[in-house]
Every structure is written in C-alpha cells, then in structure tokens.
C-alpha cells in the first residue's frame, strides 16, 4: 500500500478493531433493514434469487474481514484494521443496494454513503479517504448512467440534481477530512513548542536515552543510572539487578510478523511498568532482552518481583489475542557497594542462562560471585 494510505491514528488494538468491525456490521444492518421496507413499500425491483445471493456474498464479505481480523492475520497488514479495504467493500454494497431501488428511494438511501465514509474519516490518510469519496461517486454515476442508457424505461436521464448533491456531500467531507488532520497536527504542536522551551539540548538528550519502540530508557543511560546509584550506595544498602530475556522472541517474529513481535516488545514494557515501583528502572537492554535495577530490596522482594513479571507476561494478550505460550526468562542479582557493575551484569547474564537451559519460563539467581563462578563451572563441564 502506499504512504498516502497510510493511517493516520496509531495503530488500534485488535479488540477495538473488531468493534469497529461490528459497529461496521450494524450499518449493513440498517441498510438491509431499509431495503426490506423498500421492498414492502414497492421502492424496490429486483428478482429474489438475486437478493438471496447478493446477501449470501455480502455476508462472505463480512465473514472473510472477520476471520483475518479475529485470527489476527491483518496484523501483518500494514493497516492491521483493513480500513480501506472494509470501506471500499462497504462503498460496493451500498451502490449495489441503490440499483436494487427505484429513483425516489434511491435519492434517499443515498444519504448512507455518509455514515460508510466517516469508517475512514479518522483513519485513513487524506489521500486515501478521497480515493474512497472518488470511487463512490464514479460508482454511483456509473449506476444512474447505465440505467438510463440500457433502462431508459426507468430512467430517461440521470438526475442531474441527486449527482450535483452526492458530489457536494463527498467534497465536503473531503475538506472535513484534511480539517480532522489540521486539528491532530495542531494538537501534536504544543507538545512540540513545550519541548522546545524546556530547552533545545533536552530533545536530543531525551533521543539518546530513550528506547524509541518502548519509551523505556535505553542501555546507555542504564548504565549511566545505575553506575551512579552505585556510587552512592550506602554501607548496608542492598539493590537488585536483573536482566530479562523474553523467550523464543524470534518464533514470534517469525510466525507472527516482525510488527507483531514489537508489539509483544511494548506490550512487556507497559504491563512490567504496571508491576513496579516508581523508583525501579527498566530499561530495554537490547533486542528482546531488558534489565532491571531494584533499589533498597532484599533477596525475597527480588525474587517475588520477578515472579510477579513472568506470571504477568505469561498471560498478557498483546494483540488482543493470546499468543499462547509467552514466556520470559530472568536472571537475577543483588548489588551492594563496592561492588563492580560489570561484574554483576555478568552474574544476571550467568543466571539468565542457567534459567533459559533449565527450560526457561523460570528466574534464576546468581546472588554471590561464587555462584557465578559455579555457573561458569557447569556451564564448561
Ligand atoms: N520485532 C522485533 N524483533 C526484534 C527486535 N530486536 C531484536 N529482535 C529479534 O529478536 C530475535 C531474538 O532471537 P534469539 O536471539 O534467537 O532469541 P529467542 O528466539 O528469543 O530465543 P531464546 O532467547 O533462546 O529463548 C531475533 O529474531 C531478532 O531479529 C525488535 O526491535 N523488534
């Protein structure tokens, strides 16, 4: 797809996104409530056959955007909720829908190409959403056109006054549409303007620290705050320090597409924020591995942390689906003054392993250097 359909919204979870499919589901309702009472009203002329298969394929329609949407498929889309394509689908049937009717219900079922469109309004690129306005207007002059050449018993002439109508509708809409996006840039601008006054240096300062995928702060300023809480240890403080390795990262990446695996990626580092104290840092370490300082914790409160992250991973449902089988491995550690902060990296990154070849799904510690030392050990033996 190109960048003008590009969504303008970020991305919506897949649960909101099947509500909209099912908001989407109550407009073909109406429509077809609609065209029932034109039919009892005698608005429409079309043979019931046709009417039976034309609902049958509008239902497969449906029922093909549901399954990609619920089986979690359009998440490799790269617009996961189908936008476009849903309203251009939608666009089809209500034109399809109008040449079942005579002229004066048509003017008035007309009137739906509105609320079809507003689907798009807010998600689809300026550009995309006219293309949609444009291929519903080329659709229903196609319609009022080929019936008054090949059915001019029904129609002599297209009505000029209903084209002139649908088109002043559409352009609004359109004018209504980049209006939406004037308003989203001009909302987004104060943030930048706040920026921007609490100083030119702080931006690129905050770009350095900052994971961009996770808004959590990156290895390098990880390093930087701990090796300075370090420093500052008091004599019997104790902190712990645990690295975090989500597992068989890759399996997701692969199976599920590689939009999908950061998703997993936001999706830990908002629910471990969720799970820890304001004064804890995650920070991402790497790839799909995270580390984690503890201040003034003992052993147990590490442990019991750390659990509570592998239990809350193990049933998070990143993509409004549950993936089955998210789990995450920890090695863990303790720091005390005096202590080296590469050293103690290397006794979580020891413990981390040990739990990834213990099967992961598991925290492991490695509290003293001698354990270390023992990891080292076993692990060349
Ligand atoms: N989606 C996504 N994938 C990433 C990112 N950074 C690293 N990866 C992927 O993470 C995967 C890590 O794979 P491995 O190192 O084999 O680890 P794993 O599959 O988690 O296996 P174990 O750690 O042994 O359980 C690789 O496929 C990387 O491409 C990222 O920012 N986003």
Redesign the pocket.
Known sequence: MSTSSTRLEPQAPQPLLLQRFVMAQGVYASLLLLLALAMATGHARVPFTALVLGGISLVLSQLAFFLLLRSGRSQRFQDPGMTEAQVLVALFWQTVLLGCLDGGARATLMAFYVPILLFGLFQLHPVAFGRCALLAFVGFVALEWGEALFLPQARAEPPFLQLATLFVLLFWLCLFGRHVEGMRQRRQAPTAYQDARHGALRQPEDQVSTDE?TGLCNRRQFLRLAQRDLLHLPAHAQYGLALI??????????RY??????R??QTFATLAQACLRDSDVLARY????FVLLLPNVNLDQISVCCERLREAFASAEPLGLSLGGLSL?IGMTRLQRGDDLDLALQRAEQALQRA?HNG?NRCEASWEPSDARTDRRSASS
């Open positions: 995928l390795d989500l597992d068989h990262f890759k399996r997701i990446n692969d597409g590689h939009a999908a695996g950061d997993v990626l790497g790839g799909e591995e491995s990834k992961r």
